[in-house]
């Protein structure tokens, strides 16, 4: 499964981005799909999960603030983030487990600064 994300950007504080993934195959049946983040300087970090039945797991960091979803008829997970802060600055990747195996995206950078 190859994963390309878009939707990445520079966004003042307390703004808004939506950020795309589209697989190279189906995702109907792709167990889980995320969105993880990495900080310069820091480990690469879960921002969110959602499973092929629909439920959704997000770091406390961003509950009430990001949205996961995915559209299986366009191969495509969405991160729609609202209320960003600096501290959501990072490189955000998405992932894919299918059978066991990890898949990654290239990574799409986010800049949230004034």
């Known amino acids: 499964v190859q994963l390309v994300e878009s939707g990445g950007g520079l966004v003042q504080p307390g703004g808004s981005l939506r950020l795309s993934c589209a697989a190279s195959r189906s995702t109907f049946s792709i167990r889980s799909m995320g969105w993880y983040r990495q900080a310069p300087g820091k480990q690469r970090e879960l921002v969110a999960t959602i499973t092929s039945g629909g439920t959704t797991n997000y770091a406390d960091s961003v509950k009430g603030r990001f949205t996961i979803s995915r559209d299986n008829a366009k191969n495509t997970v969405y991160l729609q983030m609202n209320s960003l802060k600096p501290e959501d600055t990072a490189v955000y990747y998405c992932?894919?487990?299918?059978?066991?195996?990890?898949?990654w995206g290239r990574g799409t950078q986010v800049t949230v600064s004034s």
């Open positions: 992932n894919a487990i299918d059978f066991a195996v990890k898949y």
